[in-house]
């Protein structure tokens, strides 16, 4: 997600152009058009009232984790916005990255690097600096969150996917491999309200479905994240959300981390056997209708199949779906004097 500064569209005329141009499109009259204007620049102005501007920078979680574990370090970089750089939580091992680095250690039994270059209120044009930072550690794996502020400054998302496709390129061309969560559902946080809401939940399922369709043709891995918080922050606001009612708490950066790591681990070939059975979701499909079904189904892995031996069929390329079991990546801090005490192994 973006920087609480940018919850909304960043330029009024933007939004009252936008809902002008859906008015129309549906026959409105020009009275609708302006009235539904008016509802939108009124609640992008109660949102910024409602949400708090970014204070603090979240706590930086470079560094080695699962040292205890022979063999030389994997290194894994951390790109995007502040849902990346776990903006939100006040202890570096309850940021996604260490989550991440702890998980991935835990399971192949050696160390990991953690090089964190996400930055918070980062849009998609932000990644090549990122990128470029990151290379230079030579990584194996990258996992990028990007998105969210694209949706509230309304990027185009055709200009979005076009720095999120540079990115991965850059990245698959270094001989790392890459994992792209997706676009979450700006219309699961509680301060925007409906219709600013309505739209909010379309943008960033747009984005999302075009984010899998580049991210994979350009040889990465996606994981829909979508409205995956969505119905606990609704039942437990308090606990799921941060203090900014915005970006997720401790408790909901470890869900998304859970659902991120088995395609991780996969990306890396030290995934898990396929059941012989499917779950139902799951399959082939073509790149296009793959990216749409993840898009509404939050936890959903995209990522490049072959049929007979063909990338592409008569619908373009190839797409496997895949809905993995999430996996735990390490306890989650209780309220009370026992959060201050360690809940993972392996930090440096």
């Keep these: 997600m973006g920087d609480a500064g940018s919850v909304v569209p960043a330029g009024w005329q933007r939004a009252r152009r936008i809902a002008r141009v859906a008015a129309i499109g549906t026959g409105a009259t020009v009275a609708a058009t302006v009235a539904t204007g008016g509802v939108l620049l009124g609640q992008a102005r109660q949102a910024r009232r409602t949400i708090p501007m970014a204070e603090a920078p979240p706590p930086r979680c470079d560094g080695t984790y699962g040292a205890k574990f022979p063999g030389p370090p ?11 750089a776990g903006y939100g939580v006040h202890r570096r091992r309850e940021t996604p990255g260490a989550l991440l680095a702890t998980g991935l250690s835990r399971r192949l039994r050696r160390p990991v690097r953690l090089h964190r270059y996400a930055v918070v209120g980062s849009l998609s044009v932000g990644l090549r600096p990122q990128v470029e930072s ?29 720095y999120l496709v540079d990115a991965v390129r850059a990245l698959r061309a270094a001989g790392c491999e890459v994992v792209v969560g997706t676009c979450p559902d700006l219309g699961a946080i509680r301060p925007i309200q409906p219709p600013l809401r309505w739209l909010a939940r379309r943008w960033s399922r747009q984005l999302a479905a075009a984010q899998t369709v580049a991210v994979v043709e350009a040889g990465g891995r996606t994981v829909s994240l979508g409205d995956m918080l969505g119905p606990r922050f609704a039942a437990e606001p308090t606990r799921m959300f941060a203090w900014d009612r915005f970006h997720p708490s401790a408790e909901g950066y470890a869900v998304a981390a859970a659902a991120l790591l088995p395609t991780v681990l996969s990306a890396l070939g030290a995934g898990q056997e396929r059941r012989a059975t499917a779950a139902r979701g799951e399959g082939v499909r073509s790149l296009p209708e793959a990216a749409h079904e993840a898009a509404r189904y939050a936890g959903t892995e995209v990522s490049g199949t072959l049929v007979r031996g063909r990338d592409r069929g008569p619908g373009g390329r190839w797409a496997q779906l895949r809905r993995r079991a999430f996996f735990a990546v390490g306890a989650v801090p209780q309220p009370g004097p026992a959060a201050d005490s360690p809940t993972l192994e392996g930090l440096a």
């Excluded at 994997?74 to 990346?84: E, N, Q, R, Y």
């Excluded at 990258?142 to 076009?162: E, F, H, Q, S």
């Design 74 to 84: 994997m290194t894994m970089v951390i790109l995007g916005d502040s849902s990346a």
């Design 134 to 162: 990151a290379l230079e550690v030579e990584p194996d794996i990258a996992v990028i969150l990007i998105g969210g502020n694209d949706v509230t400054n309304r990027t185009p998302p055709p200009l979005a996917v076009r």
